[in-house]
Nanobody, 123 residues
Framework: QVQLVESGGGLVQAGGSLRLTCTKS????????MGWFRQAPGKEREFVAG????????DYADSVKGRFTASSDNAKYTVYLQMNSLKPEDTAVYYC????????????????WGQGTQVTVSS
């Protein structure tokens, strides 16, 4: 059974930090890269960051560039999203997802999704 499990969300004040974790488990699926997306109430799910397994190749949405950092630990099948200088507009449910193609900003190129973790930033 394929699973992606996120953790690390919560409530934080503006300017604060959180680190999200996503661990994949299960056999029978290949993953070339991982992505982080978020969805705020009433809005479309949007790309936040992408990272290729093994590190070295990352991509960020302009809205988070310089504040968020994606990283991976291949041995633990885990990816992280370090979020610093958080703003109220970062409030959303954050999802990690797996893709068999290069790290993409297109959510439809991702095969598996986690259940999401809520991030709330108060002003």
């Amino acid at each position: 059974q394929v699973q992606l499990v996120e953790s690390g969300g919560g409530l934080v004040q503006a300017g604060g930090s959180l680190r999200l974790t996503c661990t994949k488990s299960g056999r029978g699926f290949s993953s070339y890269a991982m992505g982080w997306f978020r969805q705020a109430p009433g809005k479309e799910r949007e790309f936040v960051a992408g990272i290729r397994w093994g590190g070295g190749v990352t991509d960020y949405a302009d809205s988070v560039k310089g504040r968020f950092t994606a990283s991976s630990d291949n041995a633990k099948y885990t990816v992280y999203l370090q979020m610093n200088s958080l703003k109220p507009e970062d409030t959303a449910v954050y999802y990690c997802a797996s893709t068999r193609v290069a790290a993409s900003r297109n959510r439809y190129e991702y095969d598996y999704w986690g259940q999401g973790t809520q991030v709330t930033v108060s002003s």
